[in-house]
């Protein structure tokens, strides 16, 4: 084998191995942590049996996006914009071509999200800020 490989595959098992102390770590954290509630709880809450507790597993919200749909919605959007667009009105956009029901929780949410879209897309040179009215900035397709 050439020197470059061999350089490569020690490159990616070190960076595993890393990886994989990190997991062990979090793990013997997490495991401390529940001790320690286990403890609390039998002396606030003796009646309480921590192993009949299941565990909540994390399961993402249903307006959650699936991989890169956030980014082409929103580089859509401004593709079809006849000005710069401000990240709220994006998301109001977004959330009306999803059929979604508007509120100002979710409208909040989803600008955020195309915000970091937005920034992610500008580092990558396919957006642009232009100075809005105010303190806002507009958002346009990099040309």
Do not use: C
Not at 10 to 21: I, S, Y
Not at 69 to 89: C, W
């Amino acid at each position: 084998m050439t020197d470059y490989m061999v350089t490569g595959l020690v490159k990616k098992r070190a960076e595993l191995a890393g990886e994989l102390a990190n997991i062990h770590n979090r793990v013997a954290q997490l495991v401390r942590d529940i001790e320690h509630l286990d403890a609390t709880l039998q002396i606030v809450a003796p009646h309480v049996v921590p192993e009949a507790i299941p565990p909540r597993l994390f399961q993402p919200p249903e307006d959650w996006s699936k991989r890169g749909q956030m980014s082409r919605l929103v580089l859509s959007i401004l593709r079809n914009a006849k000005e710069p667009l401000a990240s709220r009105d994006i998301a109001s956009q977004l959330i009306l071509e999803r059929g979604m029901a508007m509120d100002m929780k979710l409208l909040r949410l989803m600008t955020k999200r195309v915000g970091s879209a937005l920034r992610d897309k500008r580092e990558k040179g396919l957006v642009r800020t232009v100075e809005g009215a105010g303190l806002y900035q507009l958002w346009e397709i990099a040309r």
